[in-house]
Protein backbone atom coordinates (compact mmCIF):
# COMPACT_ATOMS: atom_id res chain seq x y z
CA UNK A 1 0.00 0.00 0.00
CA UNK A 2 0.96 3.75 -0.43
CA UNK A 3 3.44 5.30 2.08
CA UNK A 4 1.49 7.97 4.20
CA UNK A 5 3.55 10.81 4.31
CA UNK A 6 2.87 13.90 7.65
CA UNK A 7 3.85 17.29 7.12
CA UNK A 8 4.95 18.51 10.02
CA UNK A 9 5.90 22.31 11.44
CA UNK A 10 8.44 22.25 13.76
CA UNK A 11 8.74 25.42 15.83
CA UNK A 12 12.28 24.72 17.75
CA UNK A 13 12.60 28.24 19.17
CA UNK A 14 14.93 28.75 22.03
CA UNK A 15 17.24 27.32 24.14
CA UNK A 16 17.11 23.49 24.86
CA UNK A 17 14.62 23.90 22.54
CA UNK A 18 16.18 23.85 19.53
CA UNK A 19 18.27 20.55 21.05
CA UNK A 20 15.50 18.43 22.41
CA UNK A 21 13.61 19.43 18.72
CA UNK A 22 16.45 17.98 16.83
CA UNK A 23 16.59 14.78 18.75
CA UNK A 24 12.75 14.12 18.61
CA UNK A 25 13.07 14.54 14.08
CA UNK A 26 16.23 11.80 14.25
CA UNK A 27 14.05 9.33 16.93
CA UNK A 28 10.96 10.22 14.86
CA UNK A 29 12.49 9.74 11.43
CA UNK A 30 14.30 5.94 12.71
CA UNK A 31 10.66 5.24 13.79
CA UNK A 32 9.26 6.11 10.54
CA UNK A 33 12.50 4.04 8.81
CA UNK A 34 11.53 1.16 11.10
CA UNK A 35 8.41 1.06 10.73
CA UNK A 36 8.19 1.56 7.04
CA UNK A 37 4.32 2.76 6.49
CA UNK A 38 4.40 6.20 6.87
CA UNK A 39 7.31 8.84 6.70
CA UNK A 40 7.47 12.43 8.34
CA UNK A 41 7.89 15.86 5.62
CA UNK A 42 10.02 18.76 8.41
CA UNK A 43 9.25 21.91 7.68
CA UNK A 44 11.02 24.27 10.19
CA UNK A 45 10.49 28.03 11.14
CA UNK A 46 12.75 29.76 12.85
CA UNK A 47 10.22 31.60 14.79
CA UNK A 48 12.16 32.52 18.16
CA UNK A 49 13.60 35.02 20.71
CA UNK A 50 16.70 35.80 19.10
CA UNK A 51 15.39 36.46 15.51
CA UNK A 52 12.59 38.51 17.78
CA UNK A 53 14.70 40.82 18.89
CA UNK A 54 16.64 41.59 15.43
CA UNK A 55 13.18 40.95 13.53
CA UNK A 56 10.68 42.64 16.05
CA UNK A 57 8.17 39.63 15.49
CA UNK A 58 7.85 36.29 16.30
CA UNK A 59 5.80 34.91 13.74
CA UNK A 60 5.07 36.82 10.56
CA UNK A 61 1.49 38.05 9.81
CA UNK A 62 0.31 35.24 7.90
CA UNK A 63 2.16 32.52 10.49
CA UNK A 64 -1.32 31.17 11.42
CA UNK A 65 -1.68 30.70 7.53
CA UNK A 66 1.37 29.12 6.90
CA UNK A 67 0.49 26.22 10.12
CA UNK A 68 -2.83 25.04 8.70
CA UNK A 69 -1.00 23.45 6.33
CA UNK A 70 0.45 20.83 8.67
CA UNK A 71 -0.92 17.48 9.86
CA UNK A 72 0.48 18.55 13.12
CA UNK A 73 3.30 20.88 14.77
CA UNK A 74 6.01 20.05 16.76
CA UNK A 75 7.25 22.75 19.34
CA UNK A 76 10.54 23.00 21.40
CA UNK A 77 10.17 26.10 23.84
CA UNK A 78 10.35 29.64 23.65
CA UNK A 79 11.69 32.51 26.19
CA UNK A 80 15.06 34.12 26.50
CA UNK A 81 16.50 36.07 29.43
CA UNK A 82 16.78 39.18 27.24
CA UNK A 83 12.96 39.14 26.22
CA UNK A 84 10.31 39.60 28.74
CA UNK A 85 8.78 36.20 29.25
CA UNK A 86 5.30 37.43 29.14
CA UNK A 87 6.08 39.06 25.16
CA UNK A 88 7.68 35.86 24.20
CA UNK A 89 4.52 33.63 25.53
CA UNK A 90 2.03 36.01 23.92
CA UNK A 91 4.21 36.84 20.64
CA UNK A 92 4.28 32.77 19.82
CA UNK A 93 2.75 30.05 21.75
CA UNK A 94 -0.21 31.46 23.13
CA UNK A 95 -1.38 32.97 20.04
CA UNK A 96 -0.83 29.03 18.15
CA UNK A 97 -3.31 27.66 21.28
CA UNK A 98 -6.02 30.01 20.22
CA UNK A 99 -5.88 30.20 16.75
CA UNK A 100 -5.57 26.68 16.35
CA UNK A 101 -8.66 25.86 18.17
CA UNK A 102 -5.85 23.85 20.43
CA UNK A 103 -8.43 24.06 23.49
CA UNK A 104 -6.84 20.49 25.44
CA UNK A 105 -3.77 20.25 26.83
CA UNK A 106 -3.07 16.78 28.06
CA UNK A 107 -0.33 15.89 30.11
CA UNK A 108 -0.04 12.07 31.34
CA UNK A 109 2.32 12.00 34.37
CA UNK A 110 4.14 7.81 35.26
CA UNK A 111 7.09 6.92 36.49
CA UNK A 112 9.28 5.42 33.80
CA UNK A 113 11.14 1.95 34.44
CA UNK A 114 14.55 3.08 35.74
CA UNK A 115 13.80 6.37 37.24
CA UNK A 116 13.42 6.82 40.77
CA UNK A 117 10.38 9.04 42.01
CA UNK A 118 11.30 11.48 45.19
CA UNK A 119 8.03 10.37 46.37
CA UNK A 120 9.52 6.64 46.97
CA UNK A 121 7.87 6.48 50.52
CA UNK A 122 4.76 6.98 48.83
CA UNK A 123 4.91 5.68 45.29
CA UNK A 124 6.31 2.69 46.19
CA UNK A 125 5.48 0.97 42.58
CA UNK A 126 5.58 2.88 39.58
CA UNK A 127 1.49 1.95 38.94
CA UNK A 128 1.15 3.97 42.51
CA UNK A 129 1.74 7.45 39.76
CA UNK A 130 0.09 7.05 36.60
CA UNK A 131 -1.86 10.29 35.81
CA UNK A 132 -3.43 12.31 33.21
CA UNK A 133 -4.15 15.78 33.37
CA UNK A 134 -6.42 17.65 31.74
CA UNK A 135 -6.15 21.38 31.10
CA UNK A 136 -8.19 23.43 29.53
CA UNK A 137 -6.16 25.65 27.19
CA UNK A 138 -8.06 28.63 25.73
CA UNK A 139 -9.60 30.72 28.57
CA UNK A 140 -9.75 31.18 32.44
CA UNK A 141 -6.52 32.37 33.90
CA UNK A 142 -4.44 32.82 30.17
CA UNK A 143 -7.79 34.49 28.38
CA UNK A 144 -5.48 37.75 28.14
CA UNK A 145 -8.25 40.33 29.35
CA UNK A 146 -7.09 42.55 31.45
CA UNK A 147 -5.28 46.00 31.30
CA UNK A 148 -3.21 48.73 33.28
CA UNK A 149 -3.96 51.89 34.06
CA UNK A 150 -1.82 54.55 35.23
CA UNK A 151 1.00 52.48 34.58
CA UNK A 152 4.64 54.42 35.17
CA UNK A 153 3.30 56.03 38.48
CA UNK A 154 2.76 54.95 42.16
CA UNK A 155 -1.13 54.87 41.68
CA UNK A 156 -0.86 51.84 39.32
CA UNK A 157 -3.66 49.94 38.81
CA UNK A 158 -3.43 45.87 36.82
CA UNK A 159 -6.26 44.20 35.99
CA UNK A 160 -6.12 40.44 34.89
CA UNK A 161 -9.63 38.97 34.11
CA UNK A 162 -9.81 35.50 34.20
CA UNK A 163 -12.98 34.24 31.70
CA UNK A 164 -14.86 31.10 31.57
CA UNK A 165 -17.56 30.06 29.52
CA UNK A 166 -20.22 27.49 29.17
CA UNK A 167 -18.52 26.32 25.50
CA UNK A 168 -15.38 26.43 27.24
CA UNK A 169 -15.94 24.59 30.36
CA UNK A 170 -18.37 21.72 28.57
CA UNK A 171 -15.76 21.13 26.15
CA UNK A 172 -13.14 20.20 28.54
CA UNK A 173 -15.04 18.51 30.84
CA UNK A 174 -16.20 15.90 28.64
CA UNK A 175 -12.51 15.40 27.38
CA UNK A 176 -12.01 14.69 30.53
CA UNK A 177 -14.49 12.42 31.26
CA UNK A 178 -13.85 10.74 27.73
CA UNK A 179 -10.09 10.64 28.66
CA UNK A 180 -11.23 8.99 32.17
CA UNK A 181 -13.34 6.46 30.11
CA UNK A 182 -10.32 5.07 28.01
CA UNK A 183 -8.29 4.56 31.38
CA UNK A 184 -8.46 1.40 33.28
CA UNK A 185 -9.37 2.93 36.73
CA UNK A 186 -12.08 5.05 34.71
CA UNK A 187 -11.75 7.47 37.69
CA UNK A 188 -11.85 11.76 37.56
CA UNK A 189 -10.72 14.40 40.04
CA UNK A 190 -11.78 17.92 39.01
CA UNK A 191 -9.96 20.72 40.59
CA UNK A 192 -11.43 23.52 41.66
CA UNK A 193 -10.97 26.56 43.77
CA UNK A 194 -14.66 27.33 44.36
CA UNK A 195 -14.55 28.01 48.08
CA UNK A 196 -12.79 31.73 47.36
CA UNK A 197 -13.49 32.34 44.18
CA UNK A 198 -16.92 31.99 43.38
CA UNK A 199 -18.02 32.83 40.05
CA UNK A 200 -15.80 31.58 37.52
CA UNK A 201 -15.24 28.54 39.60
CA UNK A 202 -19.01 27.82 40.90
CA UNK A 203 -19.69 27.76 36.84
CA UNK A 204 -16.87 25.40 36.55
CA UNK A 205 -18.13 23.05 38.89
CA UNK A 206 -21.79 23.49 38.07
CA UNK A 207 -21.38 22.40 34.26
CA UNK A 208 -19.18 19.50 35.70
CA UNK A 209 -21.74 18.35 37.58
CA UNK A 210 -23.91 18.54 34.51
CA UNK A 211 -21.06 16.65 32.48
CA UNK A 212 -21.07 13.91 34.95
CA UNK A 213 -24.49 12.88 34.94
CA UNK A 214 -23.53 11.65 30.87
CA UNK A 215 -20.70 9.49 32.32
CA UNK A 216 -22.59 7.07 35.14
CA UNK A 217 -19.55 4.34 34.94
CA UNK A 218 -17.29 6.81 36.01
CA UNK A 219 -15.96 7.33 39.29
CA UNK A 220 -15.31 11.17 40.09
CA UNK A 221 -14.56 13.30 42.76
CA UNK A 222 -13.22 17.01 43.68
CA UNK A 223 -10.61 18.78 45.02
CA UNK A 224 -9.83 22.51 46.07
CA UNK A 225 -6.52 23.26 44.04
CA UNK A 226 -4.60 23.45 47.59
CA UNK A 227 -5.47 20.65 48.82
CA UNK A 228 -4.90 18.79 45.40
CA UNK A 229 -1.17 20.05 46.06
CA UNK A 230 -1.17 17.61 49.34
CA UNK A 231 -2.93 14.51 47.84
CA UNK A 232 -0.75 14.33 45.17
CA UNK A 233 2.49 14.00 47.03
CA UNK A 234 0.69 11.95 50.07
CA UNK A 235 -2.05 9.84 47.97
CA UNK A 236 -0.43 9.38 44.46
CA UNK A 237 -1.97 6.23 43.84
CA UNK A 238 -5.92 7.71 44.83
CA UNK A 239 -5.56 10.36 41.48
CA UNK A 240 -6.28 9.21 37.35
CA UNK A 241 -7.27 11.30 35.11
CA UNK A 242 -7.21 14.88 36.62
CA UNK A 243 -8.81 17.83 34.97
CA UNK A 244 -8.10 21.62 35.72
CA UNK A 245 -8.49 24.99 34.55
CA UNK A 246 -5.58 26.46 32.57
CA UNK A 247 -3.68 28.04 35.12
CA UNK A 248 -4.07 25.07 38.14
CA UNK A 249 -3.30 22.24 36.10
CA UNK A 250 -0.48 24.65 34.50
CA UNK A 251 1.25 24.02 38.29
CA UNK A 252 -0.06 20.61 38.94
CA UNK A 253 1.15 19.53 35.88
CA UNK A 254 4.80 20.90 36.73
CA UNK A 255 4.44 19.30 40.29
CA UNK A 256 3.75 15.99 38.65
CA UNK A 257 6.65 16.11 36.44
CA UNK A 258 8.77 16.61 39.45
CA UNK A 259 6.95 13.77 41.49
CA UNK A 260 7.62 11.45 38.22
CA UNK A 261 11.43 12.42 38.71
CA UNK A 262 12.08 15.09 36.37
CA UNK A 263 10.68 18.40 34.57
CA UNK A 264 12.93 16.64 31.65
CA UNK A 265 11.10 13.69 31.08
CA UNK A 266 7.00 15.44 30.65
CA UNK A 267 5.41 15.45 27.62
CA UNK A 268 1.96 17.25 26.27
CA UNK A 269 0.15 17.83 23.72
CA UNK A 270 -2.33 20.52 22.62
CA UNK A 271 -5.28 19.42 21.11
CA UNK A 272 -7.93 20.40 18.66
CA UNK A 273 -10.21 17.48 19.25
CA UNK A 274 -12.02 18.78 16.38
CA UNK A 275 -9.57 18.02 13.84
CA UNK A 276 -9.93 21.36 12.15
CA UNK A 277 -6.68 22.50 12.95
CA UNK A 278 -3.44 20.81 13.65
CA UNK A 279 -2.33 20.26 17.00
CA UNK A 280 0.37 20.84 18.73
CA UNK A 281 3.26 18.69 20.60
CA UNK A 282 5.75 20.27 22.89
CA UNK A 283 7.53 18.73 26.42
CA UNK A 284 6.43 20.65 29.12
CA UNK A 285 9.61 22.38 30.39
CA UNK A 286 11.41 25.45 28.99
CA UNK A 287 14.16 26.90 27.48
CA UNK A 288 16.21 26.55 30.40
CA UNK A 289 19.08 29.09 29.59
CA UNK A 290 20.89 27.58 32.53
CA UNK A 291 21.42 24.46 30.39
CA UNK A 292 21.12 25.54 27.11
CA UNK A 293 24.33 24.84 24.14
CA UNK A 294 25.44 22.09 26.73
CA UNK A 295 24.23 19.20 25.04
CA UNK A 296 22.94 17.62 28.42
CA UNK A 297 19.05 18.57 28.13
CA UNK A 298 17.15 15.36 28.72
CA UNK A 299 15.50 14.77 25.58
CA UNK A 300 12.70 12.08 27.37
CA UNK A 301 9.99 14.71 27.61
CA UNK A 302 10.97 15.55 23.62
CA UNK A 303 10.37 11.94 22.98
CA UNK A 304 7.32 11.41 24.65
CA UNK A 305 5.97 14.13 23.42
CA UNK A 306 6.97 12.84 19.92
CA UNK A 307 4.72 9.87 20.84
CA UNK A 308 1.78 11.18 21.19
CA UNK A 309 2.35 12.98 18.27
CA UNK A 310 2.30 9.50 16.48
CA UNK A 311 -0.68 9.09 18.56
CA UNK A 312 -2.48 11.51 16.98
CA UNK A 313 -1.55 11.63 13.72
CA UNK A 314 -2.54 7.96 13.03
CA UNK A 315 -6.17 8.23 14.95
CA UNK A 316 -5.87 4.76 16.30
CA UNK A 317 -3.79 3.67 13.13
CA UNK A 318 -0.33 4.28 14.68
CA UNK A 319 -0.47 3.41 18.77
CA UNK A 320 1.49 0.11 17.99
CA UNK A 321 4.46 2.59 17.00
CA UNK A 322 3.80 5.10 19.31
CA UNK A 323 3.44 2.34 22.19
CA UNK A 324 6.86 1.26 20.38
CA UNK A 325 8.38 4.04 21.04
CA UNK A 326 7.68 4.40 24.67
CA UNK A 327 9.08 1.06 24.99
CA UNK A 328 11.98 2.01 23.50
CA UNK A 329 12.43 5.11 25.37
CA UNK A 330 11.67 2.99 28.88
CA UNK A 331 14.48 0.49 27.57
CA UNK A 332 16.62 3.21 27.69
CA UNK A 333 16.12 4.72 31.01
CA UNK A 334 15.97 1.22 32.60
CA UNK A 335 19.32 0.49 31.44
CA UNK A 336 20.61 3.88 32.95
CA UNK A 337 21.33 5.63 30.30
CA UNK A 338 19.76 8.94 31.52
CA UNK A 339 21.20 12.28 31.69
CA UNK A 340 22.17 14.93 35.14
CA UNK A 341 18.43 15.69 35.70
CA UNK A 342 18.00 11.96 36.63
CA UNK A 343 21.16 11.51 38.39
CA UNK A 344 22.73 9.85 35.04
CA UNK A 345 26.04 10.98 33.18
CA UNK A 346 24.77 10.29 29.65
CA UNK A 347 24.23 13.62 27.46
CA UNK A 348 21.41 14.59 24.96
CA UNK A 349 23.38 12.86 21.81
CA UNK A 350 23.75 9.65 23.78
CA UNK A 351 20.31 8.84 24.95
CA UNK A 352 18.99 9.92 21.79
CA UNK A 353 21.17 7.36 20.09
CA UNK A 354 20.50 4.78 22.60
CA UNK A 355 16.52 5.11 22.26
CA UNK A 356 17.10 5.10 18.11
CA UNK A 357 18.80 1.54 18.37
CA UNK A 358 16.07 0.21 21.04
CA UNK A 359 13.58 1.02 17.82
CA UNK A 360 15.35 -1.40 15.71
CA UNK A 361 15.15 -4.18 18.24
CA UNK A 362 11.45 -2.99 19.35
CA UNK A 363 9.71 -2.24 16.73
P1 LIG B 1 12.50 25.62 32.43
O1 LIG B 1 11.59 24.48 32.28
O2 LIG B 1 13.13 26.15 31.22
O3 LIG B 1 13.67 25.23 33.47
C1 LIG B 1 13.43 24.94 34.84
C2 LIG B 1 14.58 24.08 35.40
O4 LIG B 1 14.45 22.75 34.89
C3 LIG B 1 15.96 24.58 34.97
O5 LIG B 1 16.87 24.38 36.02
C4 LIG B 1 16.31 23.69 33.79
O6 LIG B 1 17.68 23.49 33.61
C5 LIG B 1 15.60 22.39 34.15
N1 LIG B 1 15.17 21.68 32.94
C6 LIG B 1 14.11 22.01 32.14
N2 LIG B 1 14.02 21.17 31.11
C7 LIG B 1 15.03 20.29 31.23
C8 LIG B 1 15.49 19.19 30.45
N3 LIG B 1 14.84 18.82 29.32
N4 LIG B 1 16.57 18.51 30.87
C9 LIG B 1 17.22 18.87 31.98
N5 LIG B 1 16.84 19.90 32.77
C10 LIG B 1 15.77 20.61 32.39
O7 LIG B 1 11.67 26.78 33.15
P2 LIG B 1 12.08 28.30 33.49
O8 LIG B 1 13.50 28.35 33.90
O9 LIG B 1 11.04 28.79 34.40
O10 LIG B 1 11.89 29.08 32.13
C11 LIG B 1 12.93 29.37 31.19
C12 LIG B 1 12.32 30.06 30.00
O11 LIG B 1 11.44 29.16 29.31
C13 LIG B 1 11.47 31.27 30.34
O12 LIG B 1 11.70 32.25 29.36
C14 LIG B 1 10.04 30.76 30.28
O13 LIG B 1 9.09 31.75 29.99
C15 LIG B 1 10.14 29.76 29.17
N6 LIG B 1 9.14 28.69 29.22
C16 LIG B 1 8.59 28.30 28.03
C17 LIG B 1 7.71 27.28 27.97
C18 LIG B 1 7.20 26.86 26.64
O14 LIG B 1 7.76 27.21 25.62
N7 LIG B 1 6.15 26.09 26.57
C19 LIG B 1 7.27 26.55 29.17
C20 LIG B 1 7.94 27.00 30.38
C21 LIG B 1 8.82 28.04 30.38
MG1 LIG C 1 4.17 25.51 32.60
Not at 292 to 303: D, E, L, R
Request: charged fraction near 25%; proline fraction near 5%; hydrophobic fraction near 40%.
Amino acid sequence: SEKRVYKIATIPGDGIGVEITEAAIQVLDKLAAVDGTFSFQWNEFDWSSKNFKERGWYMPPDGMEQLKKFNAIYFGAVGWPDVADHISLWGLILPIRNSMNQYVNVRPTRILRGITSPLSQCAKQPRDLDWVIVRENSEGEYAGQGGTTHGHTPHAVATEVSIFTRVGIERIMRFAFDTAKLRPRKKLTMVTKSNAQRHGMVLWDTIFHEVAKEYPDITWDKMLVDAMTVRMVNQPQTLDTIVATNLHADILSDLAAALSGSIGIAPSSNLDPTRGCPSMFEPIHGSAPDIAGKGIANPVGAFWSAAEMVRWLGNGELDHVADGLMEAIEKVTETGVKTRDLAGSSNTKEVTEAVCKEIEVVL
